[in-house]
């Protein structure tokens, strides 16, 4: 005698299995309509005709839609948008990450902007921080629009000066600078050590006055020239046109790689796959408190920005981490478990 069936739980890697499935069948589905406008067989008016050899056409002007090619596959868009990122995600994103901080909430700064569907949530976004060495993102890439029009090239050289010397992580500093460094090495060694002598024979060479033109153009308001201010809100605009003006500038996709190959991994990538994670770091203390940021792209197959930036806030590296992490598990819908590095 048969046992009864019994109802079994869906568990989350039935659900992975279900979504590679939903895939392939949008995948074939990619692969049919890839071949380009399709054949469509036109029958003449009776089967009779046809058996006794009647006509048959074959129309290439009629591209078939999804719901002509499987009329039996129910909600085929379902699947289509299976990953991507709903009102419901983003808005759960920020109630998390605000219960997250609780009391610490005002001193961080948040934007968040996912690429494909605009949406996106702010905290604080309008807060000014110092921005230390996340504004050696602009310097690349305002190297890079030079190079782009020609007024330079990756392989001009410049000298260091006694002026530009300046203790950070590395880079130029343990090379001998006696010798001329090319604008690509230099901005090697600052957008991947984040090293400060690179930025600062950068701005030497381009000057103040056109390095706050620059950023004005981007973040569309006055900066303050004194201080290096700067908000969550104008680094999302600054790495959205890193990404969004990669085809009128493809340097900017060099930048991009650069940002990926960076040695620091303890805030927006430690939770994360690193290889999917370009992004700056910045850190800064004075008098008036201790900085702590990153601000990156994050190439999950819905891909996002993220900036976070934060003032005397304790164990802030591991505070952006998490924040990274909750952003990423909601995104992908696919927790990553850290253990599988």
Do not use: W
Not at 227 to 234: G, H, R, V, Y
Request: net charge positive.
């Amino acid at each position: 005698m048969k046992k009864p069936m019994r109802n079994k739980k869906i568990t989350k890697k039935m659900k992975r299995k279900l979504r590679i499935f939903y895939m392939k069948i949008l995948l074939c589905s990619l692969a049919i309509l890839s071949m380009g406008k399709l054949a469509n067989i036109i029958v003449s008016s009776s089967s009779k005709d046809f058996a006794v050899g009647g006509k048959v056409k074959l129309d290439f002007t009629k591209e078939l839609k999804y719901e002509e090619i499987f009329p039996h596959v129910a909600n085929i868009n379902d699947f289509r948008n299976i990953n991507k990122v709903s009102d419901e995600d983003v808005e759960q994103m920020k109630i998390k990450i605000i219960k997250y901080l609780g009391e610490n909430i005002n001193d961080a700064s948040i934007c968040y902007y996912d690429i494909n569907s605009g949406k996106s949530f702010n905290i604080n976004e309008k807060r000014e921080f110092k921005a230390a060495s996340t504004v050696k993102v602009p310097v690349s890439m305002m190297l890079y629009d030079a190079i782009n029009k020609g007024e330079i090239t990756e392989k001009d050289t410049i000298v260091f000066k006694n002026q530009d010397m300046e203790q950070g992580f590395g880079g130029l500093v343990n090379e001998d600078l006696s010798k001329p460094k090319t604008f690509k090495h230099i901005n090697e060694s600052m957008i991947i050590y984040s090293d400060n002598v690179a930025v600062n024979m950068l701005l030497r060479y381009f000057g103040n006055q056109r390095r706050y033109n620059y950023l004005e153009s981007i973040v569309e308001h006055k900066v303050n020239r004194t201080d290096n201010l700067a908000s969550a809100e104008d680094l999302m605009k600054i790495l959205k046109r890193l990404y969004f003006e990669q085809d009128s500038n493809p340097y900017y996709t060099n930048i991009i790689e650069l940002m990926k190959r960076t040695s620091f991994h303890e805030r927006l990538d430690k939770l994360l796959p690193k290889d999917i994670v370009a992004h700056k770091i910045g850190d800064y203390s004075d008098s008036d408190g201790t900085y702590s940021h990153d601000v990156g792209i994050i190439f999950t197959d819905e891909p996002y920005i993220l900036v976070v930036m934060t003032k005397n806030l304790s164990n802030s590296y591991d505070e952006i981490a998490n924040i990274s992490k909750i952003v990423y598990d909601i995104q992908t819908k696919q927790p990553f478990k850290k253990e599988s590095l």
